[in-house]
């Protein structure tokens, strides 16, 4: 009989971790490169691109990642809770509040002003302007937050893989040891 290596409770954690780390690297990587870029181009060019990247942004690739998140999160929770350390149980339940928190900060601050600033069809010089000015700032804010809420939720996950696989190798040698 041929089984896994993995428990059921180690791959629900390594899959929530995987999803998180996926967002945490997506939020990271535009707050680090497209948002220092955009930052450099002139008002036209910043509503036309930003519009353009909302448009393509939703597609099922990023929802299944940036949705499929929280619920990974939360069978990760169901199949260790009752196995799981208390300082597991805390991480696990860390990277959730976490994640939501995420998906608070785009729900009720970055899709708002992104729809916004889709309503702007007339891009010119001046509308651009007025339309980086109101954007541009608070976008910029609450990408932030929502990249440091996303990777801490990963971060608490990592941390629960580790420790969690640090408890299974204890429990898998002291238990080759009773087998001698």
Not at 105 to 123: C, F, K, Q, S, W
Request: hydrophobic share 45%; net charge negative; aromatic share 10%.
């Amino acid at each position: 009989m041929t089984t896994t290596p993995f428990k059921p409770q180690q791959l629900t954690l390594l899959a929530a971790s995987t999803l998180a780390g996926l967002s945490a690297g997506f939020f990271y990587t535009y707050e680090v490169s497209v948002t220092l870029a955009l930052a450099e181009v002139d008002d036209v060019t910043y509503v036309k691109t930003f519009q353009a990247i909302n448009e393509t942004i939703r597609n099922p690739a990023f929802g299944t990642i940036f949705f499929g998140t929280i619920p990974a999160i939360a069978i990760a929770i169901a199949t260790n809770w009752t196995t799981a350390t208390k300082t597991v149980r805390v991480l696990l339940v860390s990277a959730a509040a976490l994640y939501l928190t995420t998906l608070f900060i785009t729900g009720t601050g970055n899709v708002p002003l992104n729809d916004e600033l889709a309503e702007v069809v007339d891009v010119s010089t001046a509308t651009a302007t007025t339309a980086r000015d109101v954007f541009e700032d608070d976008w910029n804010a609450l990408n932030l937050r929502r990249t440091i809420s996303c990777v801490a939720s990963f971060v608490c996950l990592v941390c629960a893989v580790l420790l969690r696989s640090a408890r299974a190798n204890t429990d898998n040698h002291y238990q080759m040891g009773q087998n001698r």
